[in-house]
């Protein structure tokens, strides 16, 4: 592949195999101004939903072009949640990019008594969340949900995921020897969870656990989290 | 104690019991004028090596002055190193801060074939671990080590430390049952390392190891090899 073309494109409703796609705006820019890319060239993207499609630029203009010549799916064989409470200050981008990169499928912000995310900017974390993509030539999109209360993010949980709340007081390790197809785990924002919504996990099946020694951020327990899920994503493998 | 007094000072040299101790300018600052905190108010410091002190404020001015009442240490029984290249943009920052959280005894930026740390703000970074210390309240300070070569680094290991190097494609998992007592992780730059540095690695006794099925920026990398550490750090404990 030449060094011009963008190694790894978002392209939401991707075509079958024999079919046209005209890129997205943003894409197309990409492609035609950052990386002055020719028609002929191949290209990869994803749909962010599992399927990877191989590309031929066909036209490269204002509007950009491309023949789909195939495609596969890649299965995503374990979920995972993250309920967040809100991070300080500019946190949040990198909360959202490093879940991206560790392939989690959806971040759902709460609305804590403490912290809410008013004012957060969702077009902004949703952008990052596809630069990662892009970045990662990840197959799944990461999801940025909208804000919700504890109450409605319970409420919204299907029924069958392990769960899990990070406390620093916890006396149990998050140590999974093997990761469930469904997990979710609440983080609490920067000034904690309350009492009363930590009962609500609590009566909800969330089990606290702790991520380490160490006093975390909001973001960094977060990221700790998903670290550690993806980490043991592909079996528990030779130790070294 | 009061919601006024800062609840974590660093204080590198810290006086024994009974003894007097001049705070350093900016710890000084940000008890006079930010917090506006009162002589015979409490506060606690650490040195950054292990000792918290508990202090009362005995002059607050220009200069603050705390009486020493008592102290103690608090013991490290693993400490782990990572060597990394340089990551992209203002991602150095943030594995500063979250190496510090995790609590990392050490990070030696490494220059490499394909990136090096040339204009990084070594004085910055260190004034970023020193804040996650008063933010996580760690008795540790992450040690930020001038940059130096991949062999200048190996060279520098005293050769009782387990060592990884993080690697996308390796076959085995980084999943150690026990934390050894000293530990080492080398991660790639933004470019990765050369085939070279890998050579170098691996002559000496660097494991290859993934972290995940994802492939993951720099600073991404080191942070989830860091929190694995520390999420191993206080043994196996009760799987929830």
New interface residues.
Partial sequence: MPASVPSWLYLPGIAAPGGAYTLPEDEAHYVGRVCRAKPGEPATGTDGEGTVADLELTRVARSVEVAVLGRRFVPRPCVASVLCGTPEGSRAD?LVE?LA???IARLVPLECARANWRGARLDRARKIAVAALR????AWLLEVAEPVTVSDAIAGISGTEAR?IADAEA???????VIPPASVAAVGPAPGFTAGEREQFAGSGF?P?R???????TE?AA??WA??W???????????
Same sequence: chains 1, 2.
């Fill in positions: 990198w490093k990169e560790l392939g970045q990662s030539r990840n899990w006396q149990d390790r998050w140590a999974p020897a089990q656990v991520l380490g020694p160490a006093r975390l951020r960094t990221i700790a670290a550690g993806t980490a043991r994503l592909d079996g528990p493998g030779p130790a070294p």
